[in-house]
Every structure is written in C-alpha cells, then in structure tokens.
C-alpha cells in the first residue's frame, strides 16, 4: 500500500487542521493506522492509532481530548482531526499502516511498540502566533 499524508499548515495556537492519510495500491480496511509524530529533538511517536476495525484506538497522553484519529475505509483513507492545537503540537506528522498479521495487537502496542511496515511521506504542522 502507499499512503500520502496531507492537510499540514501553519496555524496559530487554538486552531484546528485535519490530516488525510490516503491509501492505494490497496485497500485500507485490512490495516492498522497509526499517526506518528517527529517534534525537533525527540524520537518519532505515535501518537494516535487504530484497529482494523476501529473497535480499539490509542492516543497518546498529550493529544488526548483534543485529537481524533478516524478512518473512511470506503475512500481509502485514515484522518486525524486536530483541535486546539499548540505550539508543542508543532511538527512533522506521518501515518503509517500494517495489515499486523497473523496475530492482532492493541492500539496501544501499534503505537508504542510495533514497527509498521508502510509509511506515507510527512506533514509539517506548525503552530505559532
């Protein structure tokens, strides 16, 4: 599968984005989601994930409340709607997919843990007055 990350920008503090991961290639139904994040001198990190069947999501502590990851298996595509955005939210913003297979894992794992094996090209998210 090949993804595509879109719809960063620059936004002020408080603001909203709405990030598309777009698929093809195959379809998305049969994969984990995972929106991972890379801030300036910190390590890549998911920071919202999704089953299969979206019956399990994980956010990270920071996102929590205010970020929601979906997915639209019939366009083929995962989004995560950003609410309240910060200054700290600012960075490069990556989904990343992986059909987990023949075993299932948690959110939780997918994003903490697991090593997804398709990545989408990033999107700069920057907020700032």
């Known amino acids: 599968v090949q993804l595509q990350a879109s719809g960063g920008g620059l936004v002020q503090p408080g603001d909203s984005l709405r990030l598309s991961c777009g698929a093809s290639?195959?379809?998305?139904?049969?994969?984990?989601i995972g929106w991972f994040r890379q801030t300036p001198g910190k390590e890549r990190e998911g920071i919202a994930c999704?089953?299969?069947?979206?019956?399990?999501?994980y956010y990270e502590d920071s996102v929590k409340g205010r970020f929601t990851i979906s997915r639209d298996d019939a366009k083929n595509t995962a989004f995560l709607q950003m609410n309240s955005l910060k200054p700290e939210d600012t960075g490069v913003y990556f989904c990343?997919?992986?059909?987990?297979?023949?075993?299932?894992?948690?959110?939780?794992?997918?994003?903490?843990?697991?090593?997804?094996?398709?990545w989408g090209r990033g999107t700069q998210v920057t907020v700032s007055s």
């Open positions: 990343a997919a992986d059909r987990v297979w023949p075993v299932s894992v948690s959110a939780y794992y997918y994003c903490s843990t697991y090593s997804p094996e398709f």
């Open positions: 290639g195959s379809s998305l139904d049969d994969y984990y």
């Open positions: 999704i089953t299969k069947k979206g019956d399990n999501i």
